[in-house]
């Protein structure tokens, strides 16, 4: 045999203790009092005792067969526990719940409790569907300009704000990867868009919330149409104003053009008042004639006095009769006169107090 040593034994490929019987890898090992090899042996431990001992220990413990038994109730306890508490789950009010089972949409819950399959097979993701997000794009920080081209080929520095929530909790996790940042890239797009077909003068002032409502239905029609299960409540425009670089002349330019429209304004109603007081006078002028007409004389009579009055009212007057002349006290001539000669005899008392 191959195995045999030169000794003639044939303990194998280990060798052999004296030629007295093969041996196992480990040695025979120290052999109690009546073993297989009769007397003591000082080589390696036996491993077959070694098994053997062991075996003996494993029947001691409780459950029997080394065991067994309690290790099995113990895994099956701890299976319970993870069962238990991966297949029930909660869905708030303002949540969605949607499962996948190995990574593959199942089904959408609403609020409440509800059961799946224990973790890892069914995970359950929840979107907060009913809460308004808001994505800030630009900056009202003159060192963070948002420039953009309007129409009339000017620069507007614009900045606003986006308020989205979730429509489609299925969409919204499973067909576009970063959703925050496709509605950022979206919102930008349609702005751009909006501004670059208005002019400068209109979208810093009254087309502003005109320019917000189209670029909420632009954004909400790429979105759909990305599948994006998205919903854009609004687009508020924060600021809107020409480039730091020019804003003062700009701000010149606007004040001029108020003071302007101030000035239009003020002519406007200077001459709706003189409209007005113009068809005053026709009117009453209207009424003259149509009395002239039913009595003339009395009326060119009427007339003639109260122009006479008008005219008369503040001149020195002499009434002079058809026979002669009648002595006329004038008496606003006297009473300026008298006034005038004590303002004469006042006036030498009072310069010797000055001196």
């Known amino acids: ?107 959408t819950t609403g609020p409440g409790m509800h059961f799946k399959l224990p973790s890892p097979i069914d995970v359950v993701t929840k979107p907060k569907v009913e809460q308004v997000s808001t994505i800030d794009i630009g900056s009202t920080d003159a060192s963070a300009e948002n420039l953009m081209l309007t129409g009339d080929q000017n620069i507007i520095d ?22 925050e940042e496709t509605i950022r890239e979206v919102g930008e797009s349609a702005m751009r868009a909006e501004v670059s077909s208005a002019t400068l003068n209109a979208a810093i002032g009254p087309q ?20 994006s299960g998205v919903d854009v409540l609004g687009v508020d425009i924060k600021q809107a104003d020409p480039p730091a670089a020019v804003d003062a002349a700009f701000k010149d330019v606007s004040a001029a053009q108020q003071n302007a429209q101030q000035y239009m304004n003020q002519a406007r109603a200077y001459s709706q008042q003189l409209v007005a007081q113009a068809q005053g006078e026709a009117a009453a002028f209207d009424a003259v004639y149509a009395q002239y007409r039913l009595a003339p004389e009395v009326t060119r009579k009427r007339m003639y006095l109260e122009t006479m009055e008008n005219v ?43 001196q």
């Open 312 to 354: 008369l009212a503040k001149v020195d007057k002499t009434v002079i009769e058809a026979n002669g002349v009648t002595p006329y006290l004038p008496l606003p001539e006297l009473k300026r006169r008298s006034s005038a000669a004590a303002a004469v005899a006042a006036a030498p008392e009072a310069a010797p107090a000055n």
């Open 1 to 107: 045999m191959p195995w045999q040593n030169n000794n003639g034994g044939n303990g194998g490929p280990w060798g052999s203790g004296g030629g007295d019987g093969p041996r196992n890898p480990w040695g025979s090992g120290p052999q109690r009092p009546g073993g297989p090899s009769g007397g003591g042996n000082k080589g390696g431990p036996d491993f077959d005792d070694f098994i053997r001992r062991s075996q003996e220990r494993l029947r001691a413990l409780p459950g029997g067969s080394g065991g067994r038994t309690s290790w099995l109730y113990i895994v099956l306890a701890v299976l319970g526990v993870w069962i238990l508490f991966t297949s029930f789950y909660r869905v708030d009010a303002q949540e969605r719940g949607v499962v996948t089972r190995f990574g593959k949409y199942i089904a």
């Open 158 to 179: 614009i900045a606003y704000t986006v308020r989205w929530k979730i429509k489609d909790p299925e969409q919204f996790l499973f067909e576009i990867a970063n959703p």
């Open 208 to 227: 502003r919330a005109q320019i917000a409502e189209q670029v909420r239905i632009r954004m909400q029609e790429l979105l759909d149409s990305y599948r």
